[in-house]
């Protein structure tokens, strides 16, 4: 079944421990985003590639980068960890049409979540 | 700016009973997402909405769209325990941003 499938479901890191958090795809969607969500809100967008554009939201910290080696693959990588950094991950992925196409159908399919710890 | 809010925030209902929920956004949009999330889970996708007057419905949940009014409901009837999640709506504005989430109406179904 294709699905969107993030590694680890569960991390534990220590204060200031490098952490890579890891999402890939089979629906071959051109657009992939990161999400944190902590407790009781809504996910908060830190940035999304559509291919290989990087977009950064303005408010996401310099703490938190990406990568995206390729189509399946995005990759969240946490440098500094700080113990308000603790959150659910979460990856999502969706199809943007080019500005040829009438209509953008933009449903995102999440994946199953990371959730981390900093301690 | 987009801005999306929902209400209400908490939502404790009793089983058979129908309520709604709104979700309201601030700009020009065709496409609304309805998502549930259960505890410690993802988000899982429930409506999407792309036309004005769109009305989709999956079993007890009916979402529906008035871009007129920039105003989506979610229409739950005769509750059962088993919808108690958070609901979230999300939405787009015109050009190619991402969505935009509403703050989420946690839904507490009880006997």
């Given at each position: 079944d294709a699905m969107v499938i993030q590694n680890p479901r569960y991390q534990v890191t220590q204060f200031g421990k490098p952490v890579?958090?890891?999402?890939?795809?089979?629906?071959?969607?051109?657009?992939?985003?990161?999400?944190?969500?902590?407790?009781?809100?809504?996910?908060?967008?830190?940035?999304?590639?559509?291919?290989?554009?990087?977009n950064n939201e303005a408010d996401t910290p310099d703490n938190f980068q990406s990568r995206r080696p390729n189509t399946s693959?995005?990759?969240?990588?946490?440098?500094?960890?700080?113990?308000?950094?603790?959150?659910?991950?979460?990856?999502?992925?969706?199809?943007?049409?080019?500005?040829?196409?009438?209509?953008?159908?933009?449903?995102?399919?999440?994946?199953?979540?990371?959730?981390?710890l900093v301690l | 700016e987009l801005k999306v809010e929902q209400n209400p925030l908490f939502l404790s209902m009793q089983e058979g009973k129908n309520y709604t929920i709104y979700c309201n956004y601030s700009t020009t949009s065709d496409r609304l997402y309805w998502y549930r999330q259960d505890p410690g889970k993802s988000l899982e996708s429930l409506f999407v909405l792309l036309s004005n007057g769109a009305v989709k419905q999956e079993g007890r949940l009916m979402a529906s769209l008035d871009t007129k009014a920039r105003l989506s409901t979610l229409h739950i009837t005769a509750a059962v325990h088993d919808l108690s999640a958070t609901y979230f709506c999300a939405v787009g504005d015109s050009g190619n941003t991402p969505l935009v989430f509403g703050k989420g109406t946690r839904l507490s179904v009880i006997a």
């Amino acid at each position: 079944d294709a699905m969107v499938i993030q590694n680890p479901r569960y991390q534990v890191t220590q204060f200031g421990k490098p952490v890579t958090l890891s999402c890939s795809q089979t629906l071959n969607h051109n657009v992939m985003y990161w999400y944190q969500q902590k407790s009781s809100q809504a996910p908060k967008l830190l940035f999304h590639y559509y291919d290989k554009d990087f977009n950064n939201e303005a408010d996401t910290p310099d703490n938190f980068q990406s990568r995206r080696p390729n189509t399946s693959f995005c990759f969240l990588d946490i440098r500094s960890p700080g113990l308000g950094d603790a959150a659910m991950y979460l990856c999502a992925t969706s199809i943007k049409w080019g500005s040829f196409r009438p209509r953008l159908v933009e449903t995102q399919y999440f994946g199953p979540g990371t959730r981390l710890l900093v301690l | 700016e987009l801005k999306v809010e929902q209400n209400p925030l908490f939502l404790s209902m009793q089983e058979g009973k129908n309520y709604t929920i709104y979700c309201n956004y601030s700009t020009t949009s065709d496409r609304l997402y309805w998502y549930r999330q259960d505890p410690g889970k993802s988000l899982e996708s429930l409506f999407v909405l792309l036309s004005n007057g769109a009305v989709k419905q999956e079993g007890r949940l009916m979402a529906s769209l008035d871009t007129k009014a920039r105003l989506s409901t979610l229409h739950i009837t005769a509750a059962v325990h088993d919808l108690s999640a958070t609901y979230f709506c999300a939405v787009g504005d015109s050009g190619n941003t991402p969505l935009v989430f509403g703050k989420g109406t946690r839904l507490s179904v009880i006997a």
